[in-house]
Nanobody, 115 residues
C-alpha cells in the first residue's frame, strides 16, 4: 500500500510558477514510477509527467519546456515544477504511483491559472 499526499496548488497569474509536491508513505518509494496527472472540468484525466524509479522522465507535449518532474528518494517525494503557466493548465492535479503492487492515487490539488 502507498499513501500519497499532494500539496502546493493554488491560484497563480498567467506566466507564473508553482511547485507541486507529492509525499509518499507506506511502501518502498524507490520502486515506483511516479506521475502527475490532471483533470480539468468536463475533460478526461490526462498524463502530465512521469518519472521512473531510475529517474527517466516523460512529459506531455503540452507542457514540455514549461514543466519539470523530479523526485527525491530520500524524502519519498516527487515534485512538479510548473513555469510559464497558462489558463489552460487550470485543473486538479493528481499524483500517481505505479508498481508491481498496484496503482495508487492522491486526493488531488487544485491549480487555477487566472488573472
Amino acid at each position: 500500500q502507498v499513501q500519497l499526499v499532494e500539496s502546493g496548488g493554488g491560484l497563480v497569474q498567467p506566466g507564473g510558477s508553482l511547485r507541486l509536491s507529492c509525499a509518499a508513505s507506506g511502501s518502498i518509494f524507490t520502486v515506483y514510477t511516479m506521475g502527475w496527472h490532471r483533470q480539468a472540468p468536463g475533460k478526461q484525466r490526462e498524463l502530465v509527467a512521469s518519472i521512473s524509479s531510475g529517474g527517466r522522465t516523460n512529459l506531455a507535449e503540452s507542457v514540455k519546456g514549461r514543466f519539470t518532474i523530479s523526485r527525491d528518494n530520500a524524502k519519498n517525494t516527487v515534485y512538479l515544477q510548473m513555469s510559464s503557466l497558462k489558463p489552460e493548465d487550470t485543473a486538479v492535479y493528481y499524483c500517481k504511483a505505479g508498481g508491481t503492487t498496484g496503482t495508487y492515487w492522491g486526493q488531488g490539488t487544485q491549480v487555477n491559472v487566472s488573472s
